[in-house]
């Protein structure tokens, strides 16, 4: 007789499917479909019309300059945490899974607070002629916030795993420190950065509580797209919700499959190097 690797498989992978289908599925499905309700005309009026746009546009914006600091930021700290030892590098560690358990609201609370004109940081750049909160670098401070966990936690497992042969080979043969990172190491690393860079700017895309709070949340300035879908259902226009939220739905899995594909093609040539 024939013994299944996983014992009760079969039980565990309706089970599976069915939290899958409940939790995720069918809440996509039913925006889908409401949006499908409307005609192509109204559909596009409502996604095309000038607020909306401009919702796009601070939001992509926003979000690609949270993922591009993040990259930066994140390798850098993934590299230290796992590089060095230095008082206080667990509770570094632990600070890096703030954003995930800390409420969202509760951080665009604190972050307002900081950057406001009288907060500890906004008092300081105030004079400077740098305005923060309720304005776009508030938005992007708060995307960066809330993602940045999502590449440092992709690239510090792989940054463990490497072999340390490597690096000494490249280093028998002369390489520089830059020329071993560039060749050797971060080849290694795309496909995890990749894979969190797509997490990170999908988590700023969507990214609600922490944003509206320091974001000023003025219509074609700093209003995100998530709080139009917000205002939209307060106003009970269910279709217009449905209809702006399938923009970002589509955006999300564009960039989604975009992403597994440079995913794959990296996976690719680091097999074959």
Known sequence: MKRNVLPGLHLSLGVTL???????????????????????????AI???PRAV????????????????????????AWVLTRYRFPGWRLVDAIVDLPFALPTAVAGIALT??????????????????KVAYTPIGIMIAMCFTSLPFIVRTVQPVLED???ALEEAAQSLGGSDWTIFRKVILPLLTP?????????????????????????NKP????ITALLVFIRLEEYDYQAAAAIASVLLITAFVMLA???????????????N
Not at 54 to 76: D, E
């Open 192 to 216: 995890a950065l990749l894979a969190g860079l797509s997490l990170s700017f999908a988590r700023s895309l969507g990214e609600f509580g922490a944003i509206i709070f320091i974001a000023g």
């Open 54 to 77: 401009a919702s796009y546009r601070v939001t992509a914006l926003c979000a690609l300059a949270a993922t591009v600091f993040n990259l930066f930021f994140g390798l850098a700290l």
């Open 47 to 49: 996604i095309s019309s």
């Open 113 to 130: 607070a900081l950057f406001a004109n009288n907060g500890w940081f906004g008092s300081l750049l105030s004079p400077l002629g740098i």
């Open 162 to 164: 490497l072999d340390p």
């Open 18 to 44: 069915f939290y899958v289908g409940l939790i995720v599925v069918l809440p996509l499905a039913a925006l889908v479909f409401k949006a499908a309700s409307l005609g192509p005309q109204d559909y596009w």
């Open 220 to 223: 074609m300035e700093t209003e």
């Open 258 to 272: 975009l992403t597994n594909l440079l995913q794959a093609r990296a996976l690719r040539y680091t097999i074959r």
